[in-house]
């Protein structure tokens, strides 16, 4: 019997050889071995080494094996060793392993609320403010627990999240907008015990009885794409050891992360992303964060109070401006539609 093994990017070593065993292409991409006995072609197998030689911070080599007529491939991947990111925990209360990042314009009156929503249930948590609201307006917030970044004016939502997540230096971030206000149900010790213990990235929460998951279906090929929003009840799974918990694509705008593997994702700026910007940021992170959404974790939406007259000019985008904003989002994730509905007729699909 004979047992070929070939590699595009590493070598192979015999480090132990068995009797009655014929080895040949030692310290080369390719390796044969060959024998009569199915066990001692097991037994040399445990004694043969993969080298990676052409260097990659990140790669698959997929290996070729050849066994009689039998052919397989075995997936290599080399990587750098990484490096774990550490944090300092402090005593381990929220105020220590949590910053709150909020986006702002013009609507200062709900601004104060939510900052003091935050100081009434989470005393001493740092707060970063991201505010695109112009100078002739601007108002600071900045106090001892409160950054208060002014941006340029009407730079937007997305670019001030970006602002807001690359000044943070805890583990995890919770991120909320200027209307939203946290309350003794918000339970953030959950959100934080719960990616502690699990290897998600993302927990969303909900606004008052709302919880709103969403999960998507990627269908197509490298060049052509469809993404398909899945009906209710919008998640996959509840998540095994933390009920009212589940797995899902995408959260409201209101939900706890993992600082570094958001970073990783970011927020994209684009003007187009200004006025309106929610969904881009889940299609982008689809296969790389691993999201879910609480059931038990709700904030308040505080939606009265007066707001600058010119609110809505800038914050409603008109037709004309939702269409550039579609148009872009399909190109952005390299989509050629976007459906809200789950198909399930075979002449749709095609």
């Known amino acids: 019997m004979k047992f070929q093994i070939n590699a595009t990017r590493g070598v192979f070593h015999l480090i132990g050889h068995v009797h009655d065993v014929d080895v040949t292409g030692n310290g080369s991409k ?15 197998l445990k004694y043969i080494a993969y080298e990676n ?22 997936p290599i991947h080399i990587q750098h060793v990484q490096l774990p990111w550490l944090f300092d925990e402090g005593t381990g209360k929220i105020k220590d392993r949590v910053t709150v990042v909020l986006k702002t314009f013009l609507r200062y009156n709900l601004l104060k609320n939510a900052i003091q929503s935050v100081n009434d249930v989470y005393p001493g948590t740092r707060i970063v403010v991201a ?27 997305f670019a001030g999240r970006n602002l807001g997540l690359s000044q943070v230096w805890t583990e995890y971030f919770f991120y909320m907008d200027d209307d939203m206000v946290i309350t003794k149900f918000t339970k953030m010790d959950l959100l934080v ?32 794409r469809c993404i398909i929003q899945k009906p ?11 009920p009212g918990i589940y797995a899902n694509d995408a959260v409201l705008n209101i939900f706890l992360a993992s600082t570094n593997d958001a970073k990783a994702v970011g927020f994209d700026p684009h003007p187009l992303l200004a006025r309106i910007g929610h ?34 000019t800038y914050r409603r985008p008109n037709k004309s401006f939702k269409a550039k ?14 459906k809200t509905q789950w198909v399930t007729n075979k002449t749709q699909k095609q």
């Open 232 to 242: 209710d009840p919008g998640y996959y799974y509840e998540i095994r050891g933390f």
């Open 131 to 157: 505010d695109d609201t112009p100078d002739h307006l601007f108002n600071s917030f900045q106090s001892s627990n409160v950054d208060h970044y002014k941006m340029p004016a009407y730079k937007g939502y």
């Open 30 to 44: 390719t390796i044969t071995v060959s024998t009569y006995s199915p066990s001692l072609l097991n037994l040399q």
């Open 193 to 224: 015990s719960f990616l502690d213990s699990t290897n998600f990235h993302l927990v969303g929460v909900g606004i008052q009885d709302r919880l709103s998951p969403t999960t998507y279906l990627a269908l197509g090929n490298k060049t052509h």
């Open 325 to 338: 904003l579609h148009h872009y989002n399909l190109y952005m994730h390299n989509i050629n539609c976007l």
């Open 53 to 74: 030689t052409l260097f990659d911070a990140s790669t698959v080599d997929p290996v070729k094996i050849q066994f009689m007529e039998f052919t397989a491939t075995m």
């Open 279 to 312: 969904n881009a940021f889940f299609l982008s992170a689809l296969g790389r964060l691993r999201v879910a959404a609480c059931s038990l974790c709700t904030v308040r939406h505080y939606k009265r109070g007066p707001v600058a007259a010119n609110y809505s």
